[in-house]
């Protein structure tokens, strides 16, 4: 099976299942003429606030990053259903998906989790959505430079996890999660960057 549209599918039931429960919040936001890019620039404050206050109002600062990606299921929606969905808003909406998770593996050093481990998973995970960005979407039409989607939530799924766990039932897999998650990144980035090669020599010959 191809990991890809496979992922693909299981992205477009979960879509239509969450906006199908977010409806009423949808219309109530509608009429309240809030836009996709205002959820978006307010999780991004948010993102910034979790970090700077969390050494010091460690539950305050947990309730203020939950806001930031509970409001991450409704941009999204949002902007299909007033129907200004847009190539660049998803670059927005991915951009700071990427800030609010990277948030919060920057405070796993305050746990002594290896602090080279965290550098290396905060790039691979870039390079891993880039690649998996570039693979799933040069070819198709694009209302900007490329269609954003990468689908690919699957390798932050495990630190977040592991986040929680820490901070509500003091359970300590963070270092562990990193590692896995960081094997994760990347086997997809070496899949994408191959993947790619393979595509472009056979459209473009060897030299491309």
Known sequence: MDIDKFLDNENKYFRKFREKILKPFLKLLYKDHITAN???NFRLILAIAF?????????ASLLVISIALLLDLL???IARYEHFSSDRGKFLDMVVDSISYLTIIFTFAYFNVNSVLIAVHAVAINYAYLFAIIKKNELKKSDWIIHPTANSTYLKLLPLTAFYAFHLFDINYLELSLYIATSLCILAFAYYYTALQIRWTKMHGKHF
């Not at 970090?51 to 460690?58: D, E, G, S």
């Open 75 to 77: 941009d999204g929606p």
């Open 38 to 40: 205002y959820i978006t």
């Open 51 to 59: 970090f700077l206050i969390f050494n010091r109002y460690r539950t």
